[in-house]
């Protein structure tokens, strides 16, 4: 790739690009942010190849780091600006005016009603978290990263990615939780109009 | 986790229904997890991010054949050039008040001053205005000007400005008449079009600062109830022409 081998490089995106943008993706919540991280992650590897060192990690590890300084100095910059709804729905709306498949039923219409909704809060409640108990759930369990790759990538002790990520889900159960004890509300006041 | 460890686990699990209940949470978690994961596995990268990577990789295979890279040395050279030459621009830049406040001497301040801020003494405060220098608009821009032109000053005099303050120079002269500072002349629109001006006056006048908002001029917002002195440039037909705040 550095011997400009575009063959080269384009096999090495099309390997690397998922890890990349599913990270930014789980990390800033917008697939617009997760685009642009991943355009940028790239960009600097074109520009600056030199960088990697081999003998501190693999490549992708290395790229997500760059992905995470990246996602780390928007959230810091646009922290006081406050986000409108639509980017958080924007799977919901039709894209590349493909409205017919959006209106297309498929199997259980219900069910993935349901199912969507169950991952949007789940989503949310990722979101929720504060930055440095995101990014431990995001690489272990999102990425399936193990505690050793995490804690070299965080530049933290594995021990600390441990008490994270521990700490995490809790604060994960507990929204969720939360979430659910506000909807089982809900139906018992709809049961019991619906007795009364 | 060893195979013996986990099913001590599983069996303290069968026997503690608080631990049991824990058990299915995290379960329950880490199904819900898995579910986020594998929906945004199946997002689709889209194309173009693909093609403006393509594009900058071909941009940049060509550009070093184009230019090669500076080396670092080449580099830490240019850079102590560019410093250089923003130091030469700034300096280029500052250098008229900057000669001006090292070279002008007290006395020469307190002449000029005295030659032009004598009709200070007269003029009334408030909003009445003193008309002077008729028909002679331009020299006395020139005179005001000649204020801030830099004089030569002997090697004890500017021994004695090195130990003032800084500010002593903006607050007044020996005879303790105050030194102005005055802007530029800021055009005042009379219609749509500026009318050719045959000659006209200067007149000091104070004014309340928020009639400088029609002129367009600007000003500190946080004192705009408070009043300022300007000179305004009356032309022979009455009209104010222009305008510059006086410090």
Redesign the interface.
């Known amino acids: 790739m550095m011997a400009g081998d575009e063959e080269a490089f384009t096999r090495l995106y099309r390997r690397l690009r998922g890890v990349v943008y599913r990270f930014a993706r789980q990390m800033s919540g917008s697939s617009s942010v997760a685009e642009d991280v991943t355009q940028e992650v790239f960009l600097i590897l074109l520009r600056k190849a030199e960088l990697y060192d081999p003998g501190r990690g693999s490549l992708s590890t290395y790229l997500v780091q760059i992905a995470r300084n990246e996602i780390l100095r928007r959230l810091g910059r646009d922290r006081d600006y406050v986000s409108l709804t639509a980017d958080a729905r924007e799977g919901d709306l039709p894209q590349d005016g493909n409205l017919d498949e959006n209106l297309i039923v498929r199997g259980n219409p219900l069910g993935n009603l349901v199912r969507n909704e169950e991952i949007e809060s789940v989503r949310q409640a990722v979101l929720a978290l504060p930055l440095h108990y995101r990014e431990v759930v995001v690489l272990c369990d999102l990425e399936e990263m193990s505690y050793t790759e995490a804690a070299a990538l965080l530049g933290c002790a594995v021990g600390t990615v441990r008490s994270r990520l521990h700490r995490a889900r809790a604060l994960l159960k507990q929204r969720l939780r939360s979430g659910e004890a506000t909807e089982q509300d809900g139906l018992q006041v709809n049961r019991a109009s619906c007795l009364g | 986790m060893d195979a013996v460890a986990r099913e001590r686990g599983l069996e303290h699990v069968r026997r503690c229904a608080p631990c049991a209940l824990l058990m299915v949470?995290?379960r329950a978690?880490?199904r819900?997890?898995r579910?986020?994961?594998a929906?945004?596995?199946v997002?689709e990268?889209?194309a173009r991010?693909?093609t403006?990577?393509?594009t900058?990789?071909?941009q940049?295979?060509v550009a070093p054949a184009a230019a090669p890279a500076a080396s670092p040395g080449t580099r830490r050279w240019l850079l102590v050039a560019a410093a250089l030459a923003l130091l030469t621009f700034g300096l280029s830049l500052a250098g008229p008040s900057l000669a001006r406040w090292v070279a002008s001497s007290p006395e020469k301040k307190s002449a000029a001053t005295d030659s032009t801020h004598g009709r200070d003494a007269t003029t009334p405060a408030g909003v009445s205005a003193t008309p002077e220098n008729s028909g002679q608009a331009p020299p006395q821009i020139a005179t005001v000007r000649q204020l801030a032109r830099p004089t030569p000053d002997s090697t004890k005099e500017r021994r004695q400005k090195r130990l003032a303050p800084a500010s002593a120079s903006r607050q007044s002269t020996s005879d303790g008449a105050p030194r102005e500072f005055v802007t530029q002349f800021f055009p005042v629109m009379q219609g749509d079009e500026l009318i050719p001006l045959e000659g006209g006056q200067i007149v000091r006048v104070r004014m309340s600062r928020s009639n400088l908002i029609p002129l367009g001029i600007p000003f500190n917002q946080e004192r705009v109830s408070e009043t300022i002195q300007a000179d305004v440039l009356v032309s022979n037909d009455g009209l104010a022409r222009a305008i510059r705040l006086v410090y």
């Open positions: 949470e995290e978690l880490s819900d997890l579910s986020l994961s929906a945004t596995a997002e990268i889209p991010l693909e403006a990577l393509l900058a990789f071909r940049q295979a």
